[in-house]
């Protein structure tokens, strides 16, 4: 059953089946030409029918859609895109960072293949754990109806939808362009994955995000804080108060995860592999894992040592064509 938000404004709710976060939340707002839609869901009949049935419990018909945005490429928020552009021409609008993944990570993925075979040897993965941690994101491949925007965003724009103006605001880290949607005058934020009221998102660092994701997500949060919000409305879980507040204790647990993986580390060496199957993740342990979730909790433990790096407390060292990382001592630099 869709929420009304703000008057004509409604967050819809699309079942992830099979998944633990159970739902993606989409936003319906309304507009001078039609409805804008934030966010789809994954290309399954399911997920589908849910969003249809949601639109029909409002009276809205696909066709009275203009614009779907999405906050980054990812199959829960991006995989209906194709299916609602041929049903309904609506133009589809992402960040330009994540129009370079379409075609890489759900048309042609031979090569990313191959460049993540590479990764996962040179951060310490064994040899029988590599063909099935390589291919365990292929399947998420068939819920995704890929197609190329109509358009892009870069941050710093405002959609003036008649009733409401969003302003966007570009939230790299999750995904190199995720982007979040503030309606000052009715102090609200569409965050996306980017700020969740219980879950932390999965910041990674992996052949297609490299750099400093970590550091990336930090100073976006840091951007959010002088927003005046009174309602946060995510793409998961539940709608919530206390933007700062939250915005707080995500920055304490990453602070936390740091100094973990510090003490992982030691006065010895560890791969990235090393570090990851060490610690207690918040779901689990690492041999409890599927090798999807193994995958992204490596990829997650590199984004943490890659800030560890960039803040002056790790260095690489390579041996063997296997990258260990090591705590800097006092006098070294």
């Known amino acids: 059953m869709p929420t009304e938000i703000l008057s004509g404004l409604y967050q819809l709710k699309v079942p992830i089946p099979d998944n633990p976060l159970g739902w993606v939340l989409p936003y319906l707002i309304p507009g001078d030409d039609g409805y804008t839609l934030i966010d789809s869901g994954w290309n399954t009949p399911e997920a589908f029918a849910a969003l249809e049935a949601e639109l029909q419990e409002l009276n809205?018909?696909?066709?009275?859609?203009?614009?779907?945005?999405?906050?980054?490429?990812?199959?829960?928020?991006?995989?209906?895109?194709?299916?609602?552009?041929?049903?309904?021409?609506?133009?589809?609008?992402?960040?330009?960072?994540?129009?370079?993944?379409?075609?890489?990570?759900?048309?042609?993925?031979?090569?990313?293949?191959?460049?993540?075979?590479?990764?996962?040897?040179?951060?310490?993965?064994?040899?029988?754990?590599?063909?099935?941690?390589?291919?365990?994101?292929?399947?998420?491949?068939?819920?995704?109806?890929?197609?190329?925007?109509?358009?892009?965003?870069?941050?710093?724009?405002?959609?003036?939808?008649?009733?409401?103006?969003?302003?966007?605001?570009?939230?790299?880290?999750?995904?190199?362009?995720h982007i979040c949607f503030y309606e000052r005058t009715q102090r609200i934020i569409l965050t996306g994955d980017h700020v969740l009221p219980t879950i932390t998102p999965n910041v990674s660092l992996h052949p297609q995000q490299m750099g400093n994701p970590l550091g990336d997500y930090l100073a976006s949060l840091q951007r959010l804080e002088p927003l005046e919000v009174d309602d946060v409305l995510p793409a998961h879980e539940y709608a919530f108060k206390d933007l700062r507040g939250r915005l707080r204790e995500i920055v304490e647990h990453h602070e936390r995860r740091l100094e973990e993986m510090l003490a992982v580390i030691g006065e010895g060496r560890a791969t990235a592999y090393d570090v990851a199957s060490s610690i207690v993740w918040t779901t689990g342990t690492y041999d409890s894992f599927s090798p999807w979730m193994r995958r992204a909790a490596i990829s997650e433990t590199l984004a943490h040592l890659e800030y560890l790096v960039q803040e002056g407390k790790l260095h690489q060292v390579r041996e063997d064509g296997v990258v260990r990382y090591e705590r800097i001592r006092d006098g070294e630099g």
């Not at 945005?69 to 199959?75: A, G, K, Q, R």
């Not at 990570?105 to 063909?131: C, F, H, K």
């Not at 959609?159 to 969003?166: I, T, V």
């Open 60 to 177: 809205v018909r696909f066709d009275q859609i203009k614009r779907l945005f999405v906050t980054h490429v990812h199959p829960d928020h991006y995989g209906l895109a194709g299916r609602i552009k041929e049903v309904c021409g609506a133009r589809v609008v992402i960040h330009q960072r994540e129009r370079d993944f379409i075609r890489s990570r759900y048309w042609q993925p031979e090569q990313l293949l191959e460049r993540i075979a590479s990764w996962l040897t040179e951060n310490g993965v064994p040899r029988d754990e590599m063909t099935d941690l390589q291919l365990s994101s292929m399947p998420m491949r068939s819920y995704v109806a890929a197609v190329e925007p109509d358009a892009v965003l870069w941050g710093g724009e405002t959609l003036d939808f008649g009733l409401y103006k969003f302003e966007v605001y570009w939230t790299p880290g999750h995904s190199p362009g």
